[in-house]
């Protein structure tokens, strides 16, 4: 028969108490003991939810406190030095890795994060050298194999593959020129054989091992580094399911085909079109074909016959034994059950599948493939007809007066009056900054008094208006502040929003919201994704109210807060009726009016964020250009509807721009704000190498990071953005938005980073 697996489940646990437990650890309200308690609550919940769904194959050694590529750094001794002798528990060695660490005499900054492919959850890059000295300081998927045996649930244990993880670290700083962490596979070989065979010794029947750069393009170079590595692993593991997901393998599959693995998953609901060409490849081998059908990133509720109707395909192949219906990807990128959205309508609710759901998709589906004569899996089958008829109907209604505008757009509204270089020197006149001018990105510390007035709000225990007059006030406190340290170019702080992209949501047609459903983005932060489920127009002004408020406070100009429609997209769970293109410019559309409103009130600096442009980038090369042509024109729409005189920002973060630096010179932002101070400043050789030509401001300190920078570290970096960029273009910031902060720590850094200004025009005069 047709198996079922799940590839990873949320780690967050159903209520946020993996966030609540290690905050209140790193707050010193809780023990070590009592943290390992509540994951272990956590964890057992999530595997009995996965085999009370009747799923087969039950992951396990994918949870984690922070982020699973640290977990495997820490677990392979790939603990950089700074991290070292300091006194540190085995656990604050680790969270200082992922956050960073200011106290007890202890000062060392977080480890640079990425994101995981094209997804919005973040991972710690591991750091590897000609020094690196693997060992397993612990076996993490063996523990939890054992822990959820000891619950009387038997699993699949997960591993991070070894060649995705030296390919996605990097070579630590003081490395040699030329090192490659791949050149490093030999030594790191013997550890993971150890952590296979004792794996296989504690009764694991198969494990899954995750090698995700198989869908990359350049994991074609690596054909012998796979060759070997499978080859010395495969006689000492338990059986190994080779995952693969979020693309498709491509030209990849000719050498994947030929490993000595027992299985292979691929991902069809991100590359439906992979499925015959992988059929073919491994009918004629003994290789068990794992199908991702069901949705790992997306929330919608699987279209069962769709799903059938492929998997057909491969069982009439394969034979049932030789097939596993399976989610496309862990579960981690979905919330984690449905059961906890009392707020839906009917309607709504019937469209959705969360984590736990999905779930039981898999297993249904595995059932019907199976010729299941079960009246409950029959009953299932019918039940998914009617709902997905009804979306369907839903979904052929459409606003055809958004649907002319898009196709209405023309060239022309793609770009402003004039080039960079005459409104450069427009602005310089209209608005007045310093050399070196001083800004933030745009959120400042949203404290406990902040949150409750909402959720006051919400309960009705606050009227409108008194909650008007509580976010009136944080705006002048936090005008007030920035006033007072000296700041050239001022944000209102968005006390009012929830979330950047939720914020906006809530006030465009189309969106639907929920009250849990949320998803970690990176070790305790959460967010919650608003769901585009129709098409998208703004009924009114958003943000022109606070804006204007902040802007009467003050004679220093005010910079207006937008996030980018291709951010607003790829932060939602978007429709998968219709084009992400069609989204991105109904986004880009609403937004345009949006720029154009705050100009009319009287603001002169508009930043419109755009964070996850990279990330959205395909992960095939091919795929590239189709795409980058209309995100750069979704942005471009959004705010070229202005006059001269307006100063555009955009702020990225994250992000490897080497491979699509022409579009972001095409994006044509006088100002864009961008991630630089855990990379190294790596990222300014990039725009160096181009020849940047607009204004740049590169973050000068870590905000993910509680640790406070200090001004002569701020000048330090100052000094090396200048050795690459030009003076005359340099805006001085920091990393990312001060949300997640406390005002403490932020206060010292914002009057450190004026002050790294200061010193800067003094010396570069």
Known sequence: MVSSSVLGFPRIGANREVKKAVEAYWAGKISAEDLNKAAAEV????????????????????????DHVLDHAAAFNVIPKRYVGLGLSPLDVYFAMGRGRQTEGVDV????MKKWFDSNYHFVVPEFSEETDFKLNFNKALEEYNEAKAAGVTTRPVVLGPISFLVLGKAAKGSKPGFQPI????????IYSKLLSDLKAAGAEWVQVDEPVLV?????????????????LAPRAPKILLTTYFARLDSNLNFVA????????????????????????????????????VSGRNIWKSDFDAAIKLGKVAVDALGQERVIVATSSSLLHTPVTLASETKLTPEQRDWFSFATEKATEVAIIAAALSNSQDPKVASALEANKVSIAARRAFEASSDDTVRKRVAAITPDQLERKSPFAVRKEIQAKHINLPKFPTTTIGSFPQTKEIRLARAKLGKGELTYEQYEEFIKKEIETVVRFQEKI????????EPERNDMVQYFGEQLNGFVFTQNAWVQSYGSRYVRPPIIVSDVSRPGPMTVKWSSYAQSLTSNPMKGMLTGPVTILNWSFPRADVSRELQSKQLALALRDEVIDLEKAGIHAIQVDEPAIREGLPLRRADWDAYLKWAVDSFKLATAGVSDTLQTHSHFCYSDFDDIFPSIQRLDADVISIEASKADMKLLNTFKHYGYSNQIGPGVYDIHSPRVPGEQEIKDRIKAMLDILPDSLLFV??????????????ETSLVNLVNGAKWARENYA
């Not at 964890?43 to 194959?57: E, H, I």
């Not at 990359?216 to 010395?232: C, I």
């Not at 910031?733 to 932020?746: F, H, I, M, S, V």
């Open 43 to 66: 964890k057992k919940a999530s595997w009995n939810a996965v085999k009370t769904q009747g799923v087969d194959f039950v992951p396990s050694g994918e949870f984690s406190l922070y």
């Open 109 to 112: 900054p977080a480890s640079e």
């Open 183 to 190: 050149s490093l596979l030999p030594k790191l070989l013997p």
């Open 216 to 232: 990359l393009d350049s994991a074609a170079s690596l054909e012998k580094e796979f060759a070997s590595t499978y080859a010395e």
């Open 258 to 293: 030929k490993l000595p693995v027992a299985g292979l998953h691929i991902d069809l609901d991100r590359a439906p079109g992979q499925l015959q060409e992988v059929v073919d490849a491994v009918k004629n081998t003994d290789i068990v074909l794992s199908l991702g059908l």
């Open 486 to 493: 000296g700041l050239d170019l001022l944000v209102h702080g």
């Open 733 to 746: 910031n920091p990393d990312c938005g001060l949300k997640t902060r406390g005002w403490k720590e932020t």
